[in-house]
């Protein structure tokens, strides 16, 4: 149903739903990327890593720990300023 006041979402909050659902599938290869992108759309470390704790309760705490260091594996390498990985085992 649309109505005369939809919007569209912003890349902000693409971003963050990317994640989420990454997160929720448990594909880790394609978070890391995922979690740059919606950090360079000003999606905050703090709000990612708040998702990953909350969604838990309904993925699993498995995913959600590896997802909290995928996250923090990109914190690492934007502090060093290191390139990022394509995310895609070859």
Do not use: W
């Amino acid at each position: 149903m649309v109505t005369a006041n939809a919007q569209a979402l912003t890349e902000r909050q693409k971003g963050l739903a990317a994640c989420a659902c990454l997160m929720a599938q448990g594909d880790m290869n394609h978070l890391e990327p995922a979690v740059r992108m919606a950090l360079d759309n000003g999606v905050t470390i703090n709000e990612l890593k708040e998702a990953f704790s909350q969604l838990y309760a309904y993925t699993g705490f498995p995913r959600s720990l590896n997802a909290l260091g995928v996250l923090s594996k990109v914190f690492i390498r934007m502090c060093r300023k290191e390139p990022a990985t394509s995310g895609v085992s070859q």
